[in-house]
């Protein structure tokens, strides 16, 4: 696999002409117009910090306060399976690195406020006044040079609804009894893993199920992609499975949530939201977008699917900031 | 394949260029600049971005209302002689005489007719079943189209979203095939199906179809593909796809040889297609249409969505150095 990586870097780099998908990109990658933004993004580019979890620079965060940076909870948060130790926090711009500490989390937004210890850095200069149109250029930065990301937004501000969990099963007694299985439907998650019509779940994680409602509801307290496990009933055998929920959505839609490639994690359950079509990678989030004018427009917070790439807007992130500090300060938090 | 008339593109795009802006960064830019970037130019100055932003956010509010939503995937009302009429993807309404609930960009729901659709060039045509003035696009000609050209895509990915306008995505042409699928890199997602892509004028030119795994890689049917069938999709004439016999797949129509690595073309005879797109025998296959190929499967993935008569771009080795080749693929068994 690496011989080929390698391989394929010398092929590209001997190669005369760009790859069909680079000779024309986007308005996103054009050397050309990363240029021209290059003077608008200065001011921004002061005001984005790598986030590092055990000195690894794990997401980027948007400087919010002189000590004040909010960057992604879900990236900065340790998986159950790495140990139960409290990370050390620190954050890097340029060649400088401070530690720091979280002081406030939101799980809606899935945002983390972290307070940083002896630096005085340059915060976001928000965007003012009138709502962005859509059609709107606008740059993600990273701190370097040029933005590396560009895009449109591509609709009005709207509210982010959560999608629901599906376990994929149609039950045989719906309006009660046992949850016995009429039928596990095409493409859904139960399928997938085996279940079929006949048999009884009687576990859903560490949940006893003896009744249909009770299934439900542990479904509904979970999010679409969740690992759980799942034990049934089949001709006396008791069975158990390990599966990843699913959407409600059409099978095509979950054919394509394979070719998506890398999403973040935690992607859905926000509030408003700003949706444009620059192309980010899960760790290029946590950063402030702006446009034209050169002022944050928002801080992007998800990408949700193929071309979802979701943004929370200035004002919301300042009305979350205020009220994190709020909350910190009532609960006599002294750092 | 008809180049773009330039003067004749300023002229259109004067009126909403115009109109959309009056700041004075705006009228520096000529509208025979603006449109020579449209046509496939990159822009040189600030001012020629803000041109541009003001052109496409003006065009996405002249272009909303005429996209609509259907369950799970997307349209564009259009009008013709005098009457209106939905335009979409044979894969979205599939079969005749079927009753269509479209869902406009003001909220309001009208019922249409599916007629008659093409599976091969997935078009097809909706009759509008309403009285009264719908809001229409104007409908251009795919073959008038440029590689590099800008265009402006619209749909629901995901489907619709309540408070969500159509998002847009703002792209440029990639490839212009003399027939199949015109290519964007406008990205899109399940639900954008049977959407527009409008010229920067506003005429729609392609009818959302399909993608791949690389984001690059958004297949449009040419809207001439409609046009020129549409007295056949008027009457209700449904072509079916190329029907597969047995397990028959879309290939080079020359044998691939796997092993460790990128699969090796053992053997491309004189006069076969393959040797006429540039193939040659020892030629080591790198990548299609973006996507790394290294075993049968990712060859297979590569193309499960295309049809015989497509053509893909490929990357392969010869003697070290890496080429860029135009292939059209066959059904296996076809040679």
Known sequence: MIQRAIALATLLAAMPLALPGQSIRNLTQGSTVRKLWKPIVADANRSVVEVCVNERAMILGTVVGEDLVLTKLSEITPRDDEGDDEPALSIDQGERSWPCVQISADRTTDLALLRVTGASLTPARWKKGSALKPGSFLASVDGSDSPFGLGILAATTYVHTVPRAFLGIRFANPNGGEALIDDAVEHGAAKAAGIRGGDVIVQFDEQKIEDTEQLRTAIRACKPGDKVSVTFIRDDETITVELNLGTNSSPMRSDQESVWGELSDVRSGFQRVLQHDTVLKPEDCGGPIVDLSGEVVGVNVARAGRIETLALPSEDVQALVARMLKEEKEAGGER | ?335
């Open chain 2, 1 to 335: 394949m008809s180049r773009f008339a330039t003067a004749a593109l300023a002229a259109l795009i004067a009126a909403p260029a115009a109109q959309g802006q009056t700041e004075p960064a705006q009228t520096k830019v000529s509208n025979e600049r603006l449109a020579e970037i449209f046509a496939g130019d990159e822009p040189t100055s600030i001012p020629e971005i803000k041109a541009m932003q003001a052109h496409v956010q003006s065009l996405i509010q002249r272009v909303l209302p005429a996209t609509v939503s259907l369950p799970g995937a997307s349209g564009v009302l259009v009008k013709r002689d005098g009457k209106p009429f939905l335009l979409c993807a044979a894969h979205v309404t599939l079969a005749a005489d079927k009753e269509i609930k479209i869902r406009m960009t003001s909220g309001r729901d009208i019922l249409g007719t599916s007629l008659g659709a093409n599976h091969r060039s997935d078009v097809s045509l909706v009759r509008v079943d309403e009285e009264g003035d719908l809001p229409y696009a104007e409908i251009g000609k795919s073959s008038d189209l440029t590689r590099g050209q800008w265009v402006l895509m619209l749909g629901h990915p995901s489907g619709r979203k309540k408070g969500r306008t159509a998002p847009a995505r703002l792209g440029r042409v990639l490839r212009v095939p003399e027939s199949g699928y015109l290519v964007t890199d406008c990205t899109m997602q399940g639900g954008d199906s049977g959407g527009p892509l409008f010229d920067m004028q506003g005429r729609v030119v392609g009818i959302n179809s399909r993608i791949s795994g690389n984001l690059a890689m958004n297949m449009h049917a040419p809207v001439d593909a409609l046009m020129d069938e549409w007295q056949e999709l008027l009457d209700g004439k449904v072509t079916e796809s190329r029907r597969r016999r047995g397990r028959s797949r879309i290939d080079f129509g020359v044998p691939l040889t796997y092993g460790d690595g990128c699969p090796v073309f053992e053997e491309v005879p004189e006069g076969s297609a393959a040797a006429d797109a540039g193939l040659r025998s020892g030629d080591r296959l790198f990548e299609i249409d973006g996507d790394e190929i290294s075993s049968r499967r990712d060859v297979m993935r590569a193309l499960r969505n295309f049809k015989s008569g497509d053509k893909v771009e490929v990357v392969i080795e010869r003697d070290g150095k890496g080429l860029e080749l135009e292939v059209e693929l066959v059904e296996e068994g076809d040679q």
